[in-house]
């Protein structure tokens, strides 16, 4: 069964910066987009990034365009998400998700909290 596990979640003052990681398993990871997407209290889930196949090609939500960053490493099947400046409307449970033949997967989450 797919998993997609997400860690490096926590607390940070605005201005700081934070590194999630998303560790992939069970399905051909090195073939297949993959995305990260964050829901905020009392919001709907919002899309913040995503990443090709290959890694050559990405994409951002103006929110967070020039402040965070996706790559992923397909030797070991892991997507990151390297985040600076952040503000606290970056408060928000972040997912790691893909969208196979089989379905979409979405992983657990981390929470992310952005806070003086």
């Known amino acids: 069964e797919v998993e997609l596990v997400e860690s490096g979640g926590g607390s940070v003052q605005p201005g700081g910066s934070l590194r999630l990681s998303c560790a992939a398993s069970e399905f051909a990871f090195s073939r297949f987009y993959m995305q990260w997407w964050r829901q905020a209290p009392g919001k ?3 899309f913040v990034a995503k990443i090709s196949d290959d890694g050559a090609t990405t994409a951002y939500a103006a929110s967070v365009k020039g402040r965070f960053s996706i790559s992923r490493d397909n030797a070991k099947q892991m997507l990151y998400l390297q985040m600076n400046y952040l503000k606290p409307e970056d408060t928000a ?20 909290t952005v806070s003086s």
């Open 44 to 46: 709907a889930r919002e």
């Open 93 to 112: 449970v972040y997912y790691c998700v893909t969208n196979i033949p089989s379905g979409e997967y979405w992983g657990q989450g981390t929470q992310v």
